[in-house]
Nanobody, 122 residues
């Protein structure tokens, strides 16, 4: 079992950048696909991005393409979500999640972090 802890959220102005981190504890981090999701107030949780076990393959929601970059460092047991050119509509609680699979494009992840708040002001 892996435990996930997000950090790096905060308040940023529109057009600014934030980098979220997802620190994992537990065995076999490199055997997991890591996904990022977000949930805005009054809305359902939505997929943002995912990275495969090695970091060689990524997948983005249309809302994230060209602005967000997902990556990982298996030596540090950490995944990242770099968010650039942020918009007020990016305001949400961001969650990282782990799926025990070398590559996974679904939304039924096995493990979830507690979330970190990102607020983008206009």
């Amino acid at each position: 079992q892996v435990q996930l802890v997000e950090s790096g959220g905060g308040l940023v102005q529109a057009g600014g950048s934030l980098r979220l981190s997802c620190a994992a504890s537990g065995p076999s981090f490199s055997m997991y696909t890591i996904g990022w999701f977000r949930q805005a107030p009054g809305k359902e949780r939505e997929f943002v991005a995912a990275v495969n076990w090695s970091g060689s393959t990524t997948y983005y929601a249309d809302s994230a393409k060209g602005r967000f970059t997902v990556s990982r460092d298996n030596a540090k047991n950490t995944a990242y979500l770099q968010m650039n050119s942020q918009k007020p509509e990016d305001t949400a609680v961001y969650y990282c999640a782990g799926k025990r699979s070398f590559w996974y494009t679904g939304v039924a992840y096995d493990y979830w972090g507690q979330g970190t708040q990102v607020t983008v002001s206009s």
